[in-house]
């Protein structure tokens, strides 16, 4: 079956930097999406990985390693607007998203 | 800015009820989604359709059916609510493109308790 991993919940520090993983079992791969989601909001698209290596993008960043299965979201700087939940979604070979869970992460003062 | 618009953000019905949740695109987008979210779980699709009074089932269709009459409107209707349909439900639309990189915008979702 298709999998998508990622921790339930996480604390971080303002100011800090956190790193979110998420690991995937699939069928196919084409491509790896993060998006952040509020509290009782829409969900709204962070990043696109398709290629290994590191997309950086302001204070966010995002790694894929294709032939792990691996992802990870790095959040620097942190802010207290930062918490939030992270989805991890990879498109399969049928073009298809598998969501994971969601990561929430609190950030404390 | 760009839209995703659901008509309800909070309803409230009772078993057995017909609901329609509506939902509203104004961004020319081709595809259109219907995902339910439900806590510790990954957002589940229900139906998608790629085209105008065209349909897809989703990973989770049961108890549930769809209508795209216009490139604009994607309603999800359930026939007979159930209280296991308790949940947020979430439309979405992206671009015409089978390439990876379709991006979803996602509207604020509506809330459904069945009692």
Redesign the interface.
Known sequence: GQNIDQPTEMTATEGAIVQINCTYQTSGFNGLFWYQQHAGEAPTFLSYNVLDGLEEKGRFSSFLSRSKGYSYLLLKELQMKDSASYLCAVMDSNYQLIWGAGTKLIIKP | DVK?TQSSRYLVKRTGEKVFLECVQDMDHENMFWYRQDP??????IYFSYDVKMKEKGDIPEGYSVSREKKERFSLILESASTNQTSMY?CASSPGT?S??????????SRLTVL
């Not at chain 2, 510790?40 to 699709?45: F, P, T, W």
């Not at chain 2, 990876?100 to 979702?109: E, I, K, M, Q, R």
């Open positions: 995703v510790g779980l990954g957002l589940r699709l979430l089978t990876g990189a379709n991006v979803l915008t996602f509207g604020a979702g």
